[in-house]
């Protein structure tokens, strides 16, 4: 198995707006503190302070968990679009466990060690 940070800029997944339901993709940024949404209206109803949880859109994270916190909504002069930056729930740095939620088919016949 493999383990990835959801800051890392190899990877991104389907969030929600947990205020207004508003779904996107957040995106690892390379920073161990921020993930970054691209690509929203820059009339879109997101600010700072929102809380982003996962969507379950996708199948691969149950809908619910919190995964950051919206920390700027940066729209430039004349752009169509916002770039949002949020920072983790989690100190990522700290993590020291991992859990591994899996369905459990994904394990009928296998044999344990």
């Known amino acids: 198995s493999r383990a990835?940070?959801?800051?890392?800029?190899?990877h991104a997944l389907p969030v929600?707006?947990?205020r207004s339901g508003l779904r996107a993709i957040a995106e690892g940024s390379g920073d161990i503190d921020r993930l970054v949404i691209r690509h929203l209206?820059?009339?879109?109803?997101?600010?700072?302070?929102?809380?982003?949880?996962?969507?379950?859109?996708g199948g691969r994270f149950p809908h619910g968990y919190?995964?950051?916190?919206?920390?700027?909504?940066?729209?430039?002069?004349?752009?169509?679009?916002?770039?949002?930056?949020a920072a983790p729930a989690s100190?990522?740095?700290?993590?020291?466990?991992v859990l591994v939620v899996a369905q459990s088919s994904q394990f009928e016949g296998a044999i344990a060690p």
Request: glycine share 8%.
């Open 66 to 85: 919190p995964v950051a916190r919206v920390t700027n909504v940066e729209i430039a002069a004349g752009d169509a679009f916002a770039v949002v930056s």
């Open 16 to 18: 929600q707006v947990n």
């Open 91 to 97: 100190a990522l740095d700290r993590g020291r466990h």
């Open 41 to 57: 209206a820059a009339t879109t109803d997101i600010r700072a302070g929102d809380l982003l949880v996962t969507s379950g859109l």
């Open 4 to 10: 990835l940070l959801i800051t890392d800029s190899a």
